[in-house]
């Protein structure tokens, strides 16, 4: 695709009414598809990137844009205003927003840092209580060992780029500008492998199982998140590896539930000691025995709370509480004996043992009238 036979404002997509914001959107969204080092080896994508400069360079100046708009390409034809049909544009924007700084000065471009990886880790309630320290094996790329992460096979080197002479970016005259782009030869590194390495293909980089070693603080909880620094996928011919993120999913655990730093479990009793009160006695996650007082006519769904008993404070200190829910059970398996006395029980009941009870009935009887 040449710059010079489609529409610039058909190559980035806009109309020809489009804003300067517009244009520049465009124009990063499809730098960014398009750019080389995204499509290694890609003559199209290559073409059409050059395309992408070419037009952006031309619609970001208003001067160059008003010619445009009245001459279309003849406008920096020889005699015209300029040369816009040229294959180099002005890719400072696109490299600030793919590599996070300006490309400009006198360096080379940076080598790309390596990417960043995921763990999900699934650990017991137990486990997120105490801590623990564990191990995982994982597949990541790693530093090639054969040629130390440089791509090259070993005794040999990476040689400058005859191109750029090793700066990394290549120099053209547009119009009254001149304008800097990577240099097309090496990418933007200064350095071409002529001889790669066999092991890595030139990458610099292999697939290898790794073990690491993982310490989980007590206090994690669901979504919690582990960085392991540098311990991610390696960068291409020896730049940063990225890191790996370990996050944790704490399982279902048969007694207690989770609020955050608060446990909550449900407790039977009997009806007799929710009438007579009493104790109870549980253990919690530490496996220390917590006794609670069962206040007298304690009714179910009444919750007890026992501070410091909870789930430890993730990197701080103490314990959240301890919610007991009781649920008051009714027999369902009575000797002669207990019916005997329960029915004697129910001979002397006046309906003030049981307010509530009374209180609804009451309420029926007042609003059906009778």
Request: include cysteine; aromatic fraction near 6%.
């Amino acid at each position: 695709m040449s710059a010079t036979e489609i529409d610039f404002y058909e190559i980035l997509g806009v109309s020809r009414d489009a804003d300067g914001g517009t244009i520049k959107s465009a124009y990063r969204k499809l730098a960014m598809k398009h750019h080389p080092d995204r499509n290694p080896g890609c003559g199209e994508s290559e073409a059409k990137f050059k395309a992408i400069s070419v037009a952006y360079d031309c619609l970001k100046d208003p001067q160059k844009r008003a010619a445009y708009d009245r001459y279309g390409h003849a406008a920096f034809q020889q005699g015209g205003g300029g040369h816009a049909g040229g294959d180099f544009g002005d890719i400072g924007d696109i490299f600030e927003t793919i590599f996070g700084q300006a490309f400009g000065g006198g360096g080379r471009t940076q080598a790309r840092r390596g990417a960043d990886l995921r763990y999900d880790m699934q650990i017991s309630l137990e486990e997120a209580f105490h801590g623990k320290d564990t191990q995982i094996e994982i597949e990541v790329s790693q530093a090639c060992d054969d040629c130390h992460g440089t791509g090259a096979r070993p005794g040999t080197r990476a040689r400058t780029c005859n191109l750029c002479s090793g700066i990394g970016k290549v120099r053209a005259k547009q119009g009254f500008f001149v304008v800097e782009r990577p240099c097309p030869n090496c990418h933007g590194r200064g350095e071409v492998i002529t001889d790669p390495c066999r092991s890595c293909g030139g990458e610099g980089r292999v697939d290898l199982p790794q073990k690491l070693d993982v310490e989980i603080p007590p206090g994690v909880d669901t979504g919690t998140r582990i960085r392991l620094s540098g311990k991610g996928e390696a960068g291409a011919r020896g730049a940063p590896a990225g890191d790996l993120y370990i996050f944790l999913h704490i399982q279902q655990h048969p007694i207690f539930e989770r609020d955050g730093t608060t446990l909550l479990t449900r407790v039977p009793i009997s009806f007799t000691k929710a009438a007579l009160g009493g104790e109870i006695e549980i253990p919690d996650l530490a496996g220390n025995p917590v006794t609670l007082s069962i206040p007298a006519g304690i009714q179910s769904g009444r919750q007890l709370r026992q501070r410091g008993s909870g789930m430890p404070v993730l990197q701080g200190r103490g314990r959240g509480d301890l919610v007991v829910e009781v649920l008051v059970e009714t027999p369902t398996r009575l000797s002669k004996e207990q019916r005997s006395l329960l029915e004697q029980f129910r001979e002397t009941e006046t309906g003030e043992e049981c307010p509530e009870s009374r209180g609804f009935f009451d309420k029926i009887r007042e609003v059906l009238g009778g």
